[in-house]
């Protein structure tokens, strides 16, 4: 179940029927969970559930279940199960045929992205990249060429770190949407090219709050996308004729078609048909 990530009021009308209802809630952190159902006037009985405690707490959530009682999953803050413990316990009820149901809610990544102003309807939430910098501009690596408008979450101690990597890695031309501390009093959210991104870090940082950082997708280049038709225009060439091949291989792509048609000529040539 998502739980606010901010603003206590952020909350769904349904998720506070369940939180009332339910058995039990179990809680990556009990002490910010009380404090949320205590805003809202609950008292629902508290089971600590976190990354550390996870495979220990399945048999007695399942426990819980089999008796006959409901149990609600929330972390701290957003939606449990991304970046956030939950996915082990969801996986092994699933397979024991326990009914598990979502209750939908607020969450960092789309928040941040309705204000990013990034049009790319393609998007990869990547959550947390590797906290040392050599793993992580290996990740970033994989991920330059990728058509994709990019998310990420950071923590603050990393964040100035992070944000040079992905200048040197995906180039200052990109565009970066910085926010932080979403819903919250101090809420910011600044965009800029990523060559400026440091800058502005360093002259309105002060190492507080939770990051979510959306970098605008990347162009494929002219050598990769010739990768991709050559090996669209083969596929389709063992099951169609060279015209429409080069039709087809044309609107996935998005290369000439004209090209493509000469190129799948030059193949069917080479292989004798």
Sequence with gaps: MA??????????????????????????????????LSHHGIASRLLSLHEHNERDRIEQVAGLLMAGRDVALVSDAGTPA????????????????????????????????????EENPHVLFYG??????????????????????????????????????LREVLGGARRVSIARELTKLHETV?????????AWLARDYHEKGEFVLVVGAGEVSRADSGEESEKVLRLLLREMPVSRAAELAAKITGDNRKALYRRALELKDTAGG
């Design 190 to 198: 600044h965009a800029c090219a990523l060559a400026e991104a440091p």
């Design 82 to 117: 991304v970046s956030d413990p939950g996915a082990r316990l969801v996986r092994e009820l699933r397979e024991r045929s326990f009914r598990v149901v979502p209750v939908p809610g607020p969450s960092a990544a789309t928040a941040a992205l309705s204000v990013s102003g």
């Design 3 to 36: 739980t606010p990530i901010g603003n206590l009021r952020d909350i769904t009308l349904r998720a506070l029927d369940v939180l009332r209802d339910v058995d039990t809630v179990a809680a990556e952190d009990t002490r910010t969970t009380r404090g949320l």
């Design 128 to 165: 947390f990249l590797p906290s040392r910098s050599a793993a992580r501009r290996k990740a970033l690596q994989g991920l330059r060429t990728l058509p994709f408008t990019l998310v990420f979450f950071e923590a603050p101690h990393r964040v100035a770190e992070c944000v040079e990597d």
